[in-house]
């Protein structure tokens, strides 16, 4: 079975520094673009940052751009997003997600079929 | 951050039809293809259509969908009280090199 699963979510301070972990299992990891998209408490999705099979291409949302990085580790078949400066604003569920579906259609960046339960980040004083 | 803009509710009776517009720019839905997802409450979404008009396995027939220029439009007929969630289009946009979801859809089956 194709699952994702996130961990390394809690609270911490602003100005603090978390990092997010997204294990996967049933499927060939290092094969498939990765991404992160969080969603605030009562708001909309909000797409964060993409990377690439091979790890060496990486997409960011301006909101993020600058604070946060995105890797992976195919060896571990592991997703990370290493977030610093953190800020209020950045309080959300982050999902990682990614395309899987099979059909010559599915592209990549537009296709999300693959989900992960979430996990909370608070930022909060 | 520029958003693809979605009428924050939509509602209807058991059985009856609604549609869902998504709006955009040349940049985003103009060049490349809409996905479209439902999100139940506490959980995380869950793709109804990719490439503007595609249902993955397993969706229902009742849910469709068409893309037109910078805008696209998700119809879902038959309408069930399970069906009440938030429905959000995705695109990626060129010029921000980034995905973008719409703001999202409220659907209320009365």
């Known amino acids: 079975e194709v699952q994702l699963v996130e961990s390394g979510g809690g609270l911490v301070q602003p100005g603090g520094s978390l990092r997010l972990s997204c294990s996967a299992t049933?499927?060939?990891?290092?094969?498939?673009?990765m991404h992160w998209v969080r969603q605030a408490p009562g708001k909309r999705l909000e797409y964060v940052s993409g990377?690439?099979?091979?790890?060496?291409?990486?997409y960011y949302a301006d909101s993020v751009k600058g604070r946060f990085t995105i890797s992976r580790d195919n060896s571990k078949n592991t997703l990370y997003l290493q977030m610093s400066s953190l800020r209020a604003e950045d309080t959300a569920v982050y999902y990682c997600?990614?395309?899987?579906?099979?059909?010559?259609?599915?592209?990549?960046?537009?296709?999300?079929?693959?989900w992960g339960q979430g996990t909370m980040v608070t930022v909060s004083a | 951050q520029s958003v693809l803009t979605q009428p924050p509710s939509v509602s209807a009776a058991p059985g009856q039809k609604v549609t869902i517009s998504c709006s955009g720019s040349?940049?985003?839905?103009?060049?490349?293809?809409v996905s479209w997802y439902q999100q139940l409450p506490g959980t995380a979404p869950k793709l109804l259509i990719y490439?503007?008009?595609k249902r993955p396995s397993g969706i229902p027939g009742r849910f469709s969908a068409s893309q037109s220029g910078t805008s696209a439009t998700l119809g879902i007929t038959g309408l069930q009280t399970g069906d009440e969630a938030d429905y959000y289009c995705?695109?990626?946009?060129?010029?921000?090199?980034?995905?973008?979801f719409g703001g999202g859809t409220k659907l209320t089956v009365l």
């Open positions: 997600t990614f395309s899987y579906c099979s059909s010559a259609s599915c592209n990549w960046k537009t296709v999300f079929d693959i």
């Open positions: 049933g499927f060939t990891f290092s094969s498939f673009a």
């Open positions: 990377i690439k099979s091979s790890g060496g291409v990486t």
């Open positions: 040349s940049s985003n839905i103009g060049s490349n293809s």
């Open positions: 490439d503007n008009d």
């Open positions: 995705g695109t990626w946009d060129n010029s921000l090199s980034a995905a973008l």
